[in-house]
């Protein structure tokens, strides 16, 4: 299956909040030990800066390892579908050019269209009722999540067709939201198929052909560098991306 991979957003956020973690700690650690040396307000003030600079530490790498393990369980998805036969092909880590519009994890172009996979990396337990989503702790209760997991599908859902309609292409647009096979999930009227690793690659190869045939060449090069596109509504340009065949 051939595979083009365009550049994570994530990967340079992590650089970032890795720089961070260390500065943060560890400037924040000399200051504290610093802050001995001194007397009255110099010593309250180094104290408190030194104090600040590790909680900003702390929090910057509790970002990376979030980030990390977002990567993590992209990857694992995609090894997943590399396992599809070559008349599948994925894209990893979409964003509509120009924009910053359609931030999908994954995308597989095939017979059916556009498949938006949002991919996500939890563990423990996760509970859905329609679009609200929340993390059920061991004592039941119920945690809203700050972001609807299937909102945000949607959204890139749209992302992608308004792309395709900017670009003057017809293809139908579908999503799902993957996630571990290890997290426990209850889902109550779902508004998006939720799926997990171990049977994403099913459902895809379980997808109908569109009604019209779906010129897969030409949807993968309006997902490549090369792509010739029009202003539109979108004022899209083209991004840079890896591509390889796996």
Known sequence: MKVIRHARYADRVMKIEGTLAVAGVGGGMMLWTESSHFGGYAFAAAAFLGLMGINSGVKAMRNYNRYLRGLEGEDSALAVLQGLPDTYACISNFVVPGTRHGDSDL???????VLVIE?????????CHGDSWFRVHDNQTKQPLRTSVSRQLKRNIKAVQHYLVDCEVAAPVHGVVVFKSTTQLDIAHATVPILTHDTVAKHIEGLAPARDTVDIARLLELFSPKAPVSGGFLGIRRPDVEAHDS
């Open 107 to 113: 995308l597989v172009v095939g017979p059916f269209g």
């Open 119 to 127: 991919v996500k990396a939890y563990a423990g337990r996760y509970a």
